[in-house]
């Protein structure tokens, strides 16, 4: 729920959610996540829960490889400000024997100042152009 409150969850209460027996997902209500929240939020939900089970993975013997990998997790347009705090949480995986990896197309100046104050250093890898592209033929 923390983290929840942290990213800037609004559609609904933190504290109106549990995690199903069942699946293991967010519910709110008896009902998935996905079926009543926005957008943003259920980005931020989505958020919560990877980093959840990573750092779970810190406190008790999981089946957790300690490697989270995200690619574009600003999607639907999620605030700036709740993306920030997700990476700076993140950078906390250094200190743990953790790795978390993300992909984004951020602005690499609006990057820089959200990470500005993380716990942790940031490695910030820029690749210009295409980074997959179709192999020339021989």
Same mark, same amino acid.
């Given at each position: 729920?923390?983290?929840?409150?942290?990213?800037?969850?609004?559609?609904?209460?933190?504290?109106?959610?549990?995690?199903?027996?069942?699946?293991?997902?967010?519910?709110?209500?008896?009902?998935?996540?996905?079926?009543?929240?926005?957008?943003?939020?259920?980005?931020?939900?989505?958020?919560?829960?990877?980093?959840?089970?990573?750092?779970?993975?810190?406190?008790?013997?999981?089946?957790?490889?300690?490697?989270?990998?995200?690619?574009?997790?600003? #999607?639907?347009?999620? %605030?700036?400000?709740?993306?920030?705090?997700? =990476?700076?949480? $993140?950078?906390? *995986? +250094?200190?743990?024997?953790? #790795?978390?990896?993300? %992909?984004?197309?951020?602005?690499?100046?609006? =990057?820089?100042? $959200?990470?500005? *104050? +993380?716990?942790?250093?940031?490695?910030?890898?820029?690749?210009?152009?295409?980074?997959?592209?179709? =192999?020339?033929?021989?």
């Amino acid at each position: 729920m923390e983290q929840l409150r942290a990213y800037g969850l609004s559609s609904i209460s933190p504290d109106s959610l549990s995690i199903s027996p069942e699946s293991y997902k967010p519910i709110h209500a008896g009902f998935d996540i996905e079926f009543n929240n926005s957008a943003s939020d259920l980005i931020r939900t989505i958020w919560a829960y990877m980093v959840g089970l990573l750092e779970t993975g810190r406190r008790f013997n999981v089946m957790h490889p300690g490697l989270l990998m995200l690619d574009e997790p600003r #999607q639907q347009s999620a %605030a700036k400000e709740s993306f920030g705090t997700l =990476l700076r949480r $993140l950078s906390n *995986t +250094a200190a743990t024997g953790q #790795q978390a990896v993300v %992909a984004t197309s951020e602005d690499l100046n609006s =990057l820089a100042a $959200l990470i500005a *104050t +993380a716990p942790y250093a940031i490695t910030v890898l820029d690749f210009s152009g295409k980074i997959i592209q179709p =192999l020339g033929r021989p």
